[in-house]
C-alpha cells in the first residue's frame, strides 16, 4: 500500500525532473545534435540590414579581334558570320559574360530555391545567353528555336554529364542541377562553335555581366565575403571585401591580357 | 573467282571506314547524335537527309558505312562458311564478324558513355583488327596464295629471318597505332606543339601524362621506320626477285613516308580535320601492308606450299593441312608426309 509521502516522493520527483528539463532548455544545454543551427528554412537574409557589392569588369591589355564563326555546316543557321563570344569587350574595357558570384563567407546558410526557370535558349545557332546564373536545384529549361537539330550536352564534373537530342523546332526539356559547380559546360556537338558556361550555386549571390561590364550582387547579410569573377578565357579573379549593415561596396576587377 | 574480289571490296571498305571513324574524331563530332542505335529517335536508315549537317554528317554517316561494313562482312563469312573449303579461313570469316559486331557495340557503348577513353580507344584499337582480317581473308583467298606465288620461278621462300623480322615489325606497327588512338582520344596530340623538336629539344624539357604518350608516338615513329627498313632491306637485299615481297615492301617503304608526313603535319596545322584522319587510315594501311608482307613471307609455312628454303637453305616441299604449327608437324621425318597438292 503506497502511503502519502510517498506519493509526494513520486510527484516531487517529476517536479523535480520537469525543472531540471526546463531549466536545461533555457540554458541552451542538452546534446550538440539539437544545438540551433544558423541554417534556417527560410531565406535568413533581413532585408532590412542587407547590403550589397556592386562594381564593374575591365580588360587591359590589347584586345584581339573577334574571331568570325564559320557556319556554312548547316544552312539552318545562316551564313552571317556571327563573332564568337569567348571574349567580347566594349566600350572602355567592359568585360562581358563574366559570371561574378561569392565564393566563400555565407558560411552555413541556406537559401530558397527559386521556383521560376531559367530558359537557356538555342536561337540561330548560339546559346542564349552565353553565360547565366542558377541555383542548386531551380529547373533550367533549354528550348530550341531553331529550325535544325541540336544536341544539349552538358560535360559537368560534380554534376551527372548529360546529352540530349532536341531534333525537332519548339523543344523543350528541363533540368535542374543536384550540386554546385562553377562553370558547367554546355555544348552542342553538331555545330560545333556553340557553347555555353552555367554557373550552379547552393545561394542567390551571383551576377553576369552585360556590355556595360557592370555586376550587382545585392541582398548580402553584413559580413566578409570573397567574391570570384570568371572569365571562360581570361580565368578568375578574387577579392575580400566587407559589409556592414545597408552598406553599398564597390569593387572593380581588371583582367590584363596580352600587352597590358 | 568473285570471292577474293569480293573480299578484297570489303576490306578497301572497311579502310574507308576506318577513314570515316577519323573524320568523326577529327572533327569533334562523336557526340553529335546522342542516342544509339537510333539517331534522335529515327531508325539509322530513315533518318531524314537533310538533317545531316554539321557533325551530324560524320557521325551519322559513320554509322551508315559502318552498318554496311557489318552488312558486307556478315555476306563474306557466310560465303566462306558455304564455299571455303579451308577450316581456318572459314574461321578467319567467323572471327571477322564476331570482331565486326563487337566493335559495333563499342561504338555505340561509346557514344552512350559520353567516350571514356577506355572504349573509345578499345573502339578505335578493335578497328584495326577487323581490318587485317579483311585484308587476311582477301590475301589468302586470292589465286597467288593459293598457288603459293609459283608464277615465278620458285614458290615464296621459307626465309625464317624474314619472317621473325616482319611479323615483329608488324605487332610493333599495332602497338604504334594504339599509342596513337590513346593519344587522340586522351586528347594528347597537341601535347608536344612543335615538331620535329620537343619544345625546341630533342627530349621534351617538361612531363607531363599528355606529353608522356605524345612523345612515346613519336618515338614509336622511329621504331616503326627503323623496323620497316629492316624488314624491306631484307627483302630487297636477298628477294629482290620477288615479286610478292619486292611490291608490298615498296608500297610499305610509301606508306611510312606519307605517314611520317601526315604525323608532321597534323602537329604543324593545328589537328587539321583532313591531315589528321587520313594520318588515321594510312595508319591502318601501313599495318595492313606490313601483315600482308608478314603473310606472303610466311607463305611456305602454311598447307600446301612448295618449301624453298632461305638463301641459305633448301628442302622437300611443305605439305602440311592447315595452320603453320601443322606444318612443323608434317615435317617431322618420324611422321608420313601428307598427300601431295593438298589444298591451303
Same mark, same amino acid.
Given at each position: 500500500?503506497r502511503?502519502?509521502s510517498?506519493i509526494?516522493?513520486? &510527484?516531487a ?9 526546463g531549466l536545461?532548455?533555457?540554458?541552451g544545454g542538452?546534446a ?6 544558423t /541554417?534556417?528554412?527560410a531565406?535568413?537574409v533581413?532585408q532590412?540590414?542587407?547590403g !550589397?557589392v556592386?562594381?564593374?569588369?575591365v580588360?587591359?591589355?590589347? #584586345?584581339p579581334?573577334?574571331a568570325?564563326?564559320?557556319m ?6 545562316g551564313s @552571317?558570320?556571327s563573332m564568337s563570344?569567348?571574349l567580347i569587350?566594349?566600350d572602355?574595357g567592359?568585360?562581358q559574360?563574366v559570371?561574378v558570384?561569392?565564393? @566563400?563567407?555565407?558560411g552555413?546558410?541556406t537559401f530558397?530555391v527559386p521556383?521560376?526557370?531559367v530558359?537557356?535558349?538555342q536561337?540561330?545557332c548560339?546559346? #542564349?545567353p552565353?553565360v ?7 529547373? %533550367?529549361?533549354i528550348?530550341?528555336?531553331d529550325?535544325t537539330?541540336h ?6 564534373k $560534380?554534376n ?7 531534333p525537332?523546332q ?9 550540386t ?5 559546360p554546355?555544348k552542342?556537338d553538331v ?10 550555386l547552393?545561394?542567390?549571390?551571383f551576377?553576369v555581366t552585360g556590355?556595360d ?5 545585392k ?6 565575403y570573397t567574391?570570384e569573377?570568371?572569365?571562360?578565357t581570361?580565368g578568375?579573379?578574387?577579392q575580400?571585401v566587407t559589409?556592414g549593415?545597408k ?7 581588371t583582367?590584363?591580357?596580352?600587352g597590358a | 573467282?568473285l ?5 578484297a571490296?570489303?576490306?578497301a ?5 576506318i577513314?570515316?571513324?577519323g573524320?568523326?574524331?577529327?572533327t569533334?563530332?562523336?557526340?553529335s547524335?546522342p542516342d544509339w542505335?537510333t539517331s534522335y =529517335?529515327w531508325f539509322?536508315?530513315?533518318f531524314?537527309l537533310?538533317k545531316?549537317v554539321? =557533325?551530324i ?15 558486307l562482312i556478315?555476306v563474306?563469312s557466310?560465303w ?6 579451308r577450316l581456318w579461313?572459314r ?5 571477322? +564478324?564476331?570482331?565486326?559486331?563487337a566493335?559495333?557495340?563499342? =561504338?555505340?557503348?561509346? %557514344?552512350?558513355?559520353y567516350?571514356?577513353?577506355a572504349?573509345?580507344?578499345a ?18 583467298t586470292s589465286s597467288g596464295w593459293k ?5 615465278a620461278?620458285s614458290p ?5 629471318m624474314?619472317? /621473325?623480322?616482319?611479323a615483329? *615489325? ?7 597505332i %594504339?599509342?596513337?588512338?590513346?593519344m587522340r582520344?586522351?586528347?594528347a596530340?597537341?601535347a608536344?606543339p @612543335?615538331?620535329?623538336l620537343?619544345? =625546341?629539344h630533342?627530349v621534351?624539357p617538361q612531363?607531363?601524362?599528355?606529353? !608522356?604518350i605524345?612523345y612515346a608516338h613519336r618515338?614509336?615513329a ?5 623496323? %620497316?627498313l629492316?624488314? *624491306? ?5 636477298h628477294?629482290?626477285?620477288r615479286?610478292? +615481297? ?9 606508306l ?10 597534323t602537329v604543324l596545322?593545328g589537328k ?9 587510315v594510312?595508319?591502318?594501311?601501313v599495318l595492313? $601492308? ?6 606472303r613471307?610466311?607463305r611456305?609455312r602454311f598447307?600446301?606450299?612448295?618449301f624453298?628454303?632461305?638463301p &641459305?637453305?633448301?628442302?622437300p616441299p611443305?605439305?602440311g593441312f592447315g ?5 612443323r608437324? !608434317?615435317r @617431322? ?8 597438292g593438298?589444298?591451303?
Amino acid at each position: 500500500m503506497r502511503t502519502r509521502s510517498g506519493i509526494w516522493s513520486i &510527484r516531487a520527483r517529476i517536479a523535480l525532473g520537469v525543472l531540471a528539463l526546463g531549466l536545461t532548455a533555457a540554458c541552451g544545454g542538452g546534446a550538440p545534435a539539437e544545438a540551433p543551427t544558423t /541554417a534556417p528554412v527560410a531565406n535568413p537574409v533581413d532585408q532590412a540590414t542587407a547590403g !550589397a557589392v556592386i562594381g564593374r569588369i575591365v580588360f587591359e591589355g590589347t #584586345v584581339p579581334a573577334p574571331a568570325s564563326i564559320k557556319m556554312t555546316a548547316d544552312p539552318n543557321c545562316g551564313s @552571317d558570320g556571327s563573332m564568337s563570344e569567348a571574349l567580347i569587350v566594349g566600350d572602355g574595357g567592359a568585360l562581358q559574360n563574366v559570371f561574378v558570384y561569392v565564393k @566563400d563567407g555565407l558560411g552555413n546558410l541556406t537559401f530558397p530555391v527559386p521556383a521560376e526557370m531559367v530558359i537557356l535558349d538555342q536561337k540561330g545557332c548560339h546559346y #542564349v545567353p552565353h553565360v547565366l546564373g542558377v541555383q542548386v536545384g531551380q529547373p %533550367v529549361q533549354i528550348v530550341n528555336s531553331d529550325a535544325t537539330l541540336h544536341n544539349v550536352h552538358a560535360a559537368g564534373k $560534380t554534376n551527372r554529364e548529360f546529352n540530349a537530342g532536341q531534333p525537332i523546332q519548339g523543344m523543350k526539356m528541363t533540368h535542374t542541377f543536384t550540386t554546385k559547380e562553377v562553370m558547367v559546360p554546355f555544348k552542342c556537338d553538331v555545330h560545333g562553335w556553340m557553347n555555353a558556361w552555367v554557373g550552379v550555386l547552393d545561394h542567390p549571390f551571383f551576377s553576369v555581366t552585360g556590355r556595360d561590364g557592370a555586376f550587382s550582387l545585392k541582398g548580402l547579410p553584413p559580413g566578409t565575403y570573397t567574391i570570384e569573377a570568371w572569365h571562360e578565357t581570361l580565368g578568375t579573379e578574387t577579392q575580400t571585401v566587407t559589409i556592414g549593415a545597408k552598406e553599398s561596396k564597390d569593387l572593380a576587377f581588371t583582367f590584363r591580357g596580352a600587352g597590358a | 573467282m568473285l570471292l577474293p574480289l569480293y573480299a578484297a571490296l570489303v576490306a578497301a571498305s572497311t579502310a574507308l571506314l576506318i577513314f570515316a571513324g577519323g573524320l568523326v574524331t577529327s572533327t569533334g563530332s562523336g557526340l553529335s547524335v546522342p542516342d544509339w542505335p537510333t539517331s534522335y =529517335g529515327w531508325f539509322m536508315f530513315t533518318f531524314p537527309l537533310d538533317k545531316m549537317v554539321g =557533325g551530324i554528317y560524320y557521325e551519322h554517316g559513320h554509322r551508315l558505312i559502318a552498318t554496311t561494313v557489318g552488312g558486307l562482312i556478315l555476306v563474306l563469312s557466310v560465303w566462306l562458311w558455304r564455299a571455303e573449303p579451308r577450316l581456318w579461313v572459314r574461321r578467319l570469316g567467323y572471327i571477322a +564478324l564476331a570482331a565486326v559486331i563487337a566493335q559495333g557495340v563499342l =561504338g555505340g557503348i561509346t %557514344v552512350l558513355w559520353y567516350l571514356p577513353d577506355a572504349i573509345s580507344i578499345a573502339h578505335a584499337s578493335l578497328a584495326q583488327i577487323v581490318f587485317c582480317l579483311t585484308v587476311a581473308i582477301a590475301l589468302v583467298t586470292s589465286s597467288g596464295w593459293k598457288q603459293a606465288y609459283s608464277g615465278a620461278a620458285s614458290p615464296t621462300p621459307d626465309d625464317r629471318m624474314l619472317q /621473325a623480322v616482319a611479323a615483329v *615489325t608488324t605487332g610493333f606497327i599495332y602497338v604504334q597505332i %594504339v599509342a596513337g588512338a590513346t593519344m587522340r582520344h586522351t586528347e594528347a596530340g597537341l601535347a608536344i606543339p @612543335d615538331f620535329p623538336l620537343a619544345f =625546341g629539344h630533342l627530349v621534351p624539357p617538361q612531363w607531363d601524362p599528355k606529353i !608522356a604518350i605524345h612523345y612515346a608516338h613519336r618515338v614509336g615513329a622511329l621504331g616503326v621506320t627503323a623496323l %620497316v627498313l629492316a624488314t *624491306t632491306g631484307h627483302v630487297f637485299f636477298h628477294h629482290w626477285r620477288r615479286r610478292e +615481297l619486292r611490291r608490298p615492301s615498296i608500297l610499305l617503304l610509301l606508306l611510312v613516308a606519307l605517314q611520317l608526313t601526315l604525323g608532321a603535319l597534323t602537329v604543324l596545322s593545328g589537328k587539321q580535320v583532313i591531315f589528321n584522319s587520313l594520318h588515321v587510315v594510312t595508319g591502318a594501311c601501313v599495318l595492313a $601492308t606490313s601483315l600482308v608482307l608478314t603473310l606472303r613471307a610466311s607463305r611456305a609455312r602454311f598447307s600446301g606450299a612448295a618449301f624453298v628454303g632461305s638463301p &641459305r637453305e633448301s628442302g622437300p616441299p611443305s605439305p602440311g593441312f592447315g595452320v603453320p604449327g601443322r606444318v612443323r608437324a !608434317a615435317r @617431322d621425318p618420324r611422321l608420313p608426309s601428307a598427300p601431295a597438292g593438298a589444298k591451303a
